[in-house]
Structure formats: structure tokens, C-alpha cells
């Protein structure tokens, strides 16, 4: 059983988008993670000289994921927008909060770090890349 079967048992509401919809902006407080049911979205992250898509996300992918584990400080990372017309489960994220709670302070503080270890990298190609385009 894939990881995108398991959490459809917590989808809360389906949101479907048409094209070019902003999902969320980079900065914006995050309350919401989603599965992506079906179509394509394109996540972008600023850089000096505009915006660079960092992902093509698809069917059975998760978006929004990396808030989860900056509970105090949730804010989106970057800008997620619907590349084709999108079909969004929305994930009950009470529930996804309660169980990352179950987990033991160290695995806490392990995801916790991945997270922000991936959110440098990000940033950190994101200006490479601005500065030398």
C-alpha cells in the first residue's frame, strides 16, 4: 500500500482548480497539507531575479508537507500553482499534528531539522541560480 492510499482515508475536502490557480504563496501562513488526486502543479521559489520552479508535483504527491514539522512557525516555503486543472485532497491537519505529537521529541527534532535543512538547500540553489542567470 502506497504512502498517497494510506492518507486518503484523512482527506477532509477535494478542491479542484483550473489552471494557473495559486494553491498557496511563498510566505503564507500554513494550515493545510495536500495530496495531489489529479492534474500537475508547479512549485516556485523567489529568487532576485523572479521565480524558479524547484518541482513538478503529480498525482499521489504531498505538497505543503514541510510545514508540518514547524509547527510554531509554519509559514509556506515557497509558491505552489496549479499547472493543469488540479484535483487537491486536503489533509485533516489536526489529525497529522496529533500523530507527529505521538513521535518521540528526538524524531520530532530529526524531521524537524530535515525540514529546514531542505528549506536552505532550496533557498541556497534558488540564489545560486538568481545570481547567475
Not at 482527506?11 to 489529479?38: C, M, R, W
Not at 523567489?46 to 505538497?63: D, M, Q, Y
Amino acid at each position: 500500500m502506497t504512502l498517497s492510499n494510506l492518507l486518503q482515508a484523512y482527506i477532509t475536502k477535494k478542491v479542484t482548480l483550473p489552471t494557473q490557480s495559486i494553491i498557496f504563496h511563498e510566505g503564507s501562513d500554513a494550515n493545510v497539507l495536500y495530496i495531489v488526486l489529479k492534474g500537475k502543479v508547479t512549485i516556485k521559489k523567489s529568487c532576485p531575479k523572479g521565480r524558479v520552479r524547484i518541482a513538478t508535483l503529480g498525482p499521489g504527491e504531498l505538497l505543503g508537507e514541510m510545514s508540518l514539522f514547524d509547527l510554531f512557525t509554519a509559514k509556506r516555503s515557497a509558491t505552489a500553482t496549479a499547472e493543469t486543472e488540479v484535483v487537491l485532497g486536503e489533509l485533516n491537519w489536526g489529525f497529522l499534528q496529533q500523530e507527529y505529537l505521538k513521535l518521540s521529541q528526538v524524531q520530532q527534532d530529526i524531521l524537524a531539522g530535515l525540514s529546514r535543512r531542505i528549506r536552505l538547500t532550496a533557498t541556497n540553489a534558488v540564489i545560486q541560480v538568481g545570481t547567475d542567470a
